[in-house]
């Protein structure tokens, strides 16, 4: 029977959804509707999904919604508690494979948004005793979507989900900074030399390397933190052009609150609700602060794979520890696998941003709608970096051995420890003596004992590779 909005029911395993377009049937076991339906036909592009997270974001604010809009009398209490308890349910687990909209999908997410709002009505329509498509009883945009506008839920679920996302990092980029810096004590008293060009240089301690690792992971933890917190100012209550059209004065307020309940977070009203929804910027801020991690994890795994180069024809400084064999036709040989899967990684967040970059700027006049896109690749980078991070400390850093042997002997062999002897020698003459133990391949220390240019004690004293990690100036006596 069609009317009074139920939703016509033929004898096979379907029913018959009307909307302003026409008619389409809806498998008959679907939570979603014609929306959804005329989405699958629209977009079978990728076969990529909404995140979990995100999905959990839009049933935080259908919740709150109903909630608020019960308190200011705006729902009938029974629609809105049928509302409020399918979300729980689907929060809780159930319904999950019911979201089925393709990442790509139209502008500024309107197809995945009434993907959600059909399944939470149908799922409330069943809870008061109608059926599936029964939208006379809870209808997915006069019900569920009550005051809301894509426009304004779409840009909220992102920074809420990303929140979150944030939040599960944070402590896993800490701990990888944590691990370097242990590394750094635990190899403070290993001297060898540091490299610059790729070239003999100075000596250095290998503690010393592995502190300034963790203090560079350190200082991009701190802009991730601050660019978490741009997150938080959320733009609910906008509706359609941020003008707040169709919603009652103290929604967007009670909203929010109700949010941070539901979350634990401290969200708060954007300050103006139009810029919340014409910029995007928190979210290329984000994006960008990944970004910047990513770029010094690169030059990281690069070191260390660099460092543990080898064993036999390398630097060979580190030894990583075995994860898997490293070929399939070599016996024995063992790769820095952890250190190459956590580039790739960052190269894919590195890429993520680009396209966040682009997405963000590409906003035009009250809307930014290309907002599907910025939401996925936001939460995929957070969360592939999250798990590689996570892999990256305990499958690599933790397990970091020195070869101590073999980077003193690289320390006393270096002919940049004549830059020692600058201060006594002159410029000059030291890059005579550079320039002869080069050529015959006899070490800085054996040439200026054979000239007599120095007395032994003076040689230990200026040239103990030790010494040379620290500040300071020897002058001849």
Partial sequence: MKGKGTAKTDSSASRIEQDSIGEKPVPADAYYGINTVRALENFPISG??????????????????????????LLKPAQADAIVQACEEILSGKLRDQFVVDVFQMGAGTSLHMNVNEVIANRAAELMGGAKGDTGVVHPNDHVNFGQSTNDVFPTAIRMA??????????????????????????DDVVKSARTHLQDAVPIRLGQEFKAYGVAV???????????KELEELGIGGSAAGTGLNTHPEYAKRVVSILNKL???????AADLREAMQSQRPLSEAS????????????ISN??????????????????????AGSSI??????????????????????????????????????????PLMAYDLLFSLDILKNAIRAFTARCVNGITADRER???????????????????????????????????KTIVEIVKEKNLLSPEKINEILDPQKLTEPGIVKSS
Avoid: H, W
């Fill in 263 to 269: 979350t634990g977070f401290s969200f708060r009203p």
């Fill in 218 to 228: 350190e200082r991009s933890l701190e802009r991730i933190k601050a660019a978490m």
């Fill in 48 to 73: 990529l999904k909404a995140s979990p997270s995100f999905i959990d974001a839009f049933l935080f604010i259908k919740k709150a919604a109903a909630l608020t809009n019960k308190e200011l009398n």
């Fill in 303 to 324: 070191d260390i794979r660099l460092l543990a180069s080898g064993p036999t024809t390398g630097f060979a400084e580190i030894v990583l520890p075995p994860v898997q």
């Fill in 407 to 441: 980077c003193r002997r690289y320390a006393d062999m270096s002919l940049s420890l004549a830059t020692a002897l600058n201060p006594v020698l002159g410029y000059s003459a030291v890059a005579l003596i550079v320039k002869e133990a080069l050529a015959t391949g």
């Fill in 288 to 299: 960008s602060a990944l970004k910047n991690l990513a770029v010094e994890l690169i030059r």
């Fill in 162 to 187: 990303a929140r979150k996302g944030f939040e599960e990092l944070i402590p896993v980029v800490d701990a990888l900074s944590k691990a370097l810096l242990a590394k750094g004590v635990e190899f």
């Fill in 330 to 371: 070599m016996p024995g040989k063992m790769n820095p696998s952890m250190a190459e899967m956590l580039t790739m990684v960052s190269f894919q967040v590195i890429g993520n941003d680009l396209a966040m970059t682009l997405c963000v700027q590409a906003g035009q006049l009250e809307l930014n709608v290309m907002m």
